[in-house]
């Protein structure tokens, strides 16, 4: 027989009657809702409840009271899953090609997805994750760096509610913030479209390391503006640009300067060193030349101002005043300014621009050529150390836009003309005289094979002065000493086939040995006692950094904000892109000809002075191949001597 606990038989009991007691309340409510009492009746006691009985029951969920007025329904956080799986559809599936259209970057973005489980970056609880909002705010000031924010679209993760807007939204941001950073560290124009006398070593960042590093940092905007330049240039034109873009700096290009005045020289027989004749006093007062401007001689000074003038007018710079010059002299002076040739804040971004072209790591030391200043700058420790005055290419003979490193100096050097200049000024020139290159102190020479090489042997005349300092690119341009001082007296000193003339090269020489070679002791005394008739070579243990720039705008050492003139239109030309049709494609390289001023010239063999010296051809000799000669690079660290130094390199 089985026996009942008292305990369990308590409980049964105390629940029936709670039991019985709801159900008697409930039943007597039903009547009450079913009978309208009018006879007041006596109070009554509550009905006992399960707490009387000791007997714990929950209580009831609380009911909202309705509402005054009708809201709209709170949204729903998307399930992350959902969100997830929708983006393995996409990036996984034909939606990416239409989000992410270059294949480097589409490929690390699948990389990317598929290694973290398709998990959001941007999104987190169905919304913008601050890293989001932080990638926003930065892409969409984006022209404080000088480029585009409309370039760099953002999507409005406030109306993407579903898992397919939050996903679409995802990649979109993806997508703009690799664009951003390949523009930021490349370049939103491709050099190759401004010109062809421009080419650097370009690395764009991963896709990949980008996408990691916005992973590893909540702080979007901090990592997509490391992207940019660290150059203090740079950033100088950083705060210029916000400068002027808050009304506040504004810089109005200078008037023009104020032309000499215009003298009539009157017409007559060739003025030539040496010569009296009455014209040389309009000459002198036509082209202010220092000095009595009455004295009818025909001197160094006069000629001096005549091949500056020459030179400025792209004509033959021979010192005399024949018809082409004299026409020249009486027609109008080409005006010129100094200041920004276009808006200063389209100055600004174009310069900004250049900059992303150049390798972030500039070296130490390193030499800063910028054409439009026409100087040269040599830093140290991030210092400017030492600083002169250079003559840069023609227009017509731009110098090349570059990053190269300088290997060697020489002293005594050999000019070997090339072969575009023997091709399409000296030739010609031997056509109309057999005598002009032996004036002039040039050699000419033909191969067996029809060669022709036209070369100036190291002297106080060569071409390219005492010294030469070389840091070997295809441009074959390079920096050197120069027999024409007067033209640096002038402010625009545009002058050259495209080489570097330099003020100062012997003190150049010596701060740049002080660096190399500080063991050496070398000075300016030191290297003009190496003056000879043959090529002598001082190696670098270690290259230096050489860039050639083109800054337009800049700050000068004092911090003075500065601007120049466009002298080779790159502002020019960079503007009309950003601002014209071919802005879509502007950050895609395109195909340049091939550079062919080093293609030898050859003529029909024995047309100059028989068929001259056997042996290889002047491409052989420049390229490699052929006979053995003394190197002209020796290993670093030494001082060699060469003789008939056969490298190519303009003036």
């Known amino acids: 027989m089985k026996v009942v606990r008292f305990d369990r038989l308590l409980a049964s009991t105390a ?48 009911t909202a009271a309705p509402a005054a007025s009708m809201a709209a329904p709170a949204p729903v956080a998307a399930d992350e899953t959902a969100v997830s799986d929708k983006l393995r559809e996409m990036v996984t599936g034909k939606a990416l090609d239409r989000v992410i259209g270059r294949k480097a970057e589409n490929a690390a973005v699948v990389a990317f997805y598929s290694a973290r489980g398709y998990k959001p970056l941007w999104v987190a609880n169905g919304a913008a994750a601050d890293r989001a909002k932080s990638a926003i705010g930065y892409l969409t000031k984006a022209d404080a760096v000088g480029l585009e924010p409309g370039d760099y679209p953002t999507p409005d993760f406030n109306s993407a509610s579903t898992p397919d807007a939050l996903a679409e939204a995802e990649l979109k941001l993806t997508a703009s913030a690799l664009t951003f950073a390949r523009h930021a560290q490349v370049g939103r124009v491709h050099y190759t479209r401004v010109a062809a006398d421009i080419q650097f070593d370009q690395k764009a960042p991963e896709p990949a390391d980008v996408l990691n590093k916005l992973a590893a940092n909540d702080d979007a905007g901090a990592t997509l503006d490391s992207y940019n330049p660290p150059m203090a240039q740079f950033k100088a034109l950083r705060a210029k640009l916000a400068e002027l873009r808050a009304g506040n ?80 002299l009486n027609g109008e002076k080409k005006a010129t300014a100094k200041g920004p040739s276009a808006d200063p804040i389209d100055t600004i971004i174009v310069n900004m621009e250049r900059w992303r072209w150049f390798p972030r790591e500039l070296g130490n030391p390193h030499v800063i050529v910028n054409v439009p200043d026409y100087r040269l700058t040599l830093y140290n420790n991030g210092k400017v150390y030492w600083t002169t005055k250079i003559v840069a290419g023609k227009p017509v003979h731009a110098t090349p836009m570059i990053s190269s490193e300088m290997k060697f100096i020489t002293v005594n050097p050999t000019w070997n003309v090339p072969p575009s200049i023997i091709e399409n000024e000296y030739l010609p020139a031997l056509q109309q005289d057999p005598q002009a290159l032996e004036r002039i102190g040039l050699k000419l020479e033909q191969a067996a094979d029809g060669t022709v090489r036209i070369y100036q042997p190291p002297g106080a005349g060569n071409a390219l002065g005492r010294i030469r300092f070389n840091f070997p690119n295809k441009f074959l341009v390079y920096q050197h000493d120069t027999p024409d001082k007067h033209l640096f007296s002038r402010e625009e000193r545009a002058f050259s086939h495209g080489c570097m003339r330099v003020e100062n090269p012997l003190m150049y020489g010596e701060k740049l040995l002080s660096l190399a070679l500080p063991d050496g002791n070398y000075s300016a005394a030191k290297l003009e006692k190496m003056f000879g008739g043959s090529e002598i070579n001082i190696n670098f243990p270690k290259n230096i950094w050489v860039h050639l720039t083109y800054q337009t705008a800049f700050a000068d050492e004092e911090g003075k904000f500065q601007f120049r003139k466009d002298v080779y239109g790159r502002d020019q030309r960079m503007i009309a892109i950003l601002k014209g049709s071919e802005r879509r494609i502007a950050d895609l390289a395109i195909e340049r000809a091939p550079n062919t001023s080093s293609r030898p010239v050859r003529m029909p063999v024995g047309m100059y002075g028989g068929t001259g010296p056997s042996g290889p051809s002047f491409f052989d000799m420049l390229f490699g191949g052929g006979r053995q000669v003394e190197p002209a690079y020796r290993p670093r660290g030494s001082v060699g001597r060469t003789s008939n130094n056969r490298n190519t390199y303009y003036r």
């Open 15 to 62: 629940l029936g009657l709670v039991l019985l007691v709801s159900g008697h309340a409930a039943n007597a409510q039903q009547q009450a809702n079913e009978v309208q009492i009018v006879v007041p009746l006596p109070d009554a006691p509550p009905p006992p409840t399960a707490r009387d009985f000791g007997i714990d029951v929950p209580a009831p969920a609380q």
């Open 249 to 328: 700096g504004i810089a109005a290009a200078p008037a023009e300067e104020k032309s000499a005045p215009k003298v009539h020289v009157p017409e007559g027989k060739i003025m030539r060193l040496g010569m009296k004749d009455p014209r040389v006093v309009a000459l002198r007062k036509r082209l202010d030349v220092k000095g009595d401007k009455d004295n009818t001689l025909y001197d160094e000074d006069v000629r001096d101002a005549v091949r500056t003038f020459q030179t400025v007018a792209e004509l033959h710079d021979d010192g005399n005043v024949g018809p082409n010059t004299l026409r020249a």
